[in-house]
């Protein structure tokens, strides 16, 4: 299946058919926003982070996305459990590194989380990646201070050691693995003024990770989605409150149409 508008169609109605069961361990300021976009999407999402059962809970989802946005001890013991067991049960993993390179605990975090399972799928901005590629890439908590392109030597080094596939957030998507790229250049600048926005592009991912085991097409799928339902929920209301309500209306009544109209990929 190439990538194209009627490739990424049938992942949507896949996800619509299916209902996914997205397991989340996610942090406290997303974790109503990516609910709902996953709900709006089709899949179904769960927020289950204590160490008592992620493990068990992993063995009836359909992916597991893990993101270190608010970190404590509690979580990391749940991140390791659940990683672990996704790996053995062959379950998709989608892993957003947000902020790390800000902080030592969260550098070692992502280091310890990587090193027991590495992901199928990372997703982060520029310096999120520069950063765990190990380039000491400068950071402002959770803002990129670099473009996406800046990134892709970095993405192609944690693709290489890692095996899997990088996504780098922007203005422009680059979607890495090995000599693979794509790029996608959807979306609005209005959606860096919602929180979240990123950790939302994160839990798509892992819905259509849930039905589509080319993970190079399933993250530029999902990033493709996020970006064309970013514009037009910014065409409707341009501010950012009305903009959270938009996006999860644009996902929810999303059709074949607009992807073919709107796509801008490459």
């Not at 299916?18 to 179904?44: D, E, K, R």
């Not at 979580?75 to 067991?85: N, P």
């Not at 790229?181 to 919602?194: C, F, I, Q, S, W």
Request: proline letters at 4%; a negative charge; hydrophobic letters at 45%.
């Amino acid at each position: 299946m190439t990538q194209s508008p009627q490739s990424i169609w049938t992942d949507v109605e896949r996800i619509r058919t299916q209902a996914p069961l997205i397991h989340n361990i996610t942090n406290f300021v997303v974790m109503n926003n990516t609910a709902n976009a996953l709900l709006a999407i089709g899949a179904s999402p769960a927020m289950v982070h204590a160490p008592e059962e992620v493990e068990e809970f992993v063995s009836i989802s359909s992916a597991l996305v893990v993101n270190i946005g608010t970190l404590d001890s509690t979580f990391v013991a749940g991140m390791k459990l659940a990683m672990r067991q996704a790996k053995s049960l062959g379950k998709p993993i989608v892993f957003d590194p947000v902020g790390v390179g800000a902080t030592t605990y969260r550098n070692r975090v992502s280091e310890e989380l990587l090193a027991l399972a590495p992901p199928d799928i990372i997703r982060g901005n520029a310096s999120e990646i520069m950063a765990l590629a190990g380039l000491n890439a400068q950071t402002k908590g959770v803002d990129s201070l670099y473009g996406s392109d800046a990134a892709l030597d970095a993405a192609r080094r944690l693709s290489s050691v890692l095996g899997c596939v990088v996504v780098i957030s922007g203005a422009i998507d680059y979607i890495v693995q090995g000599e693979q790229l794509a790029a996608v250049a959807n979306g609005h600048p209005l959606m860096t003024k919602v929180t979240g926005m990123g950790c939302t592009a994160t839990a798509l991912t892992g819905a259509f990770a849930a039905i589509n085991t080319n993970y190079v097409q399933a993250a530029t799928h999902a990033m493709a989605v996020m970006g064309i339902a970013g514009e037009l929920a910014a065409e409707k209301n341009q501010a950012p409150g009305s903009l959270q309500v938009n996006f999860l209306d644009a996902l929810y009544t999303l059709t074949e149409s607009e992807i073919e109209e709107r796509l801008k990929l490459s």
